[in-house]
């Protein structure tokens, strides 16, 4: 108490006694020793004599602008002047890696920065028309109108029969 010092260190750092300083107080007085006024345990900052000190003095306003001092100031403040750059100005701002919106183009999600997976074996880095290591080449061609003309040439096969 005599070095006005708190274990919570609040009445170091703000000046008003703690919960753990009042207690000690209300201690003291209740076996009836020497607490003295109760302004004494505060930082003087709090005192009012201190508040009066800090605002005796008076900033009266002025009426009007015409009652303003005269400064060498300008009037009005340009904006500083403009440095064209060299090259083309860019369209749009540079994105971080992690925005969405690089992602989007009209109105759907692009396939970039993302890994695919195969449909047949399950693996990642290639798809079904891509796998070898899919189960004895089921599924690998195509039936119908594919590339190697299989369904062309059931076509001509039941022209010819006729």
């Known amino acids: 108490m005599e070095q ?8 170091e750092l703000t000046g008003m006694p703690c919960k753990h300083v009042v207690a000690v107080l209300w201690n003291m007085y209740a076996y009836d020793k020497s607490v003295g006024r109760p302004e004494s345990w ?3 900052v709090h005192r009012l004599e201190t508040w009066k000190k800090t605002y005796q003095f008076t900033i009266d306003p ?11 100031v300008p009037t009005k403040l340009m904006p ?4 064209k750059t060299a090259g083309r100005p860019k369209k749009n701002r540079r994105k971080e ?3 969405k919106e690089s992602m989007v183009k009209n109105g759907k999600l692009s ?3 993302g890994t695919t997976q195969c449909g047949k074996c399950k693996g990642f880095g290639h798809n079904v028309r ?7 080449g089921s599924g690998t061609k195509r039936s119908g109108n594919g590339a190697n003309g299989s369904g062309v040439q059931k076509k001509m096969k039941g022209k010819a029969k006729n």
């Open 4 to 11: 006005k010092a708190c274990v919570c260190r609040k009445w």
């Open 42 to 44: 505060v930082h003087q």
């Open 62 to 72: 002025v009426n009007g602008r015409e009652n303003w001092p005269k400064t060498s």
């Open 80 to 83: 500083p002047l403009k440095i």
């Open 97 to 99: 890696l992690d925005e």
């Open 111 to 113: 396939k970039r920065g």
């Open 130 to 136: 891509s796998c070898t290591n899919g189960a004895s």
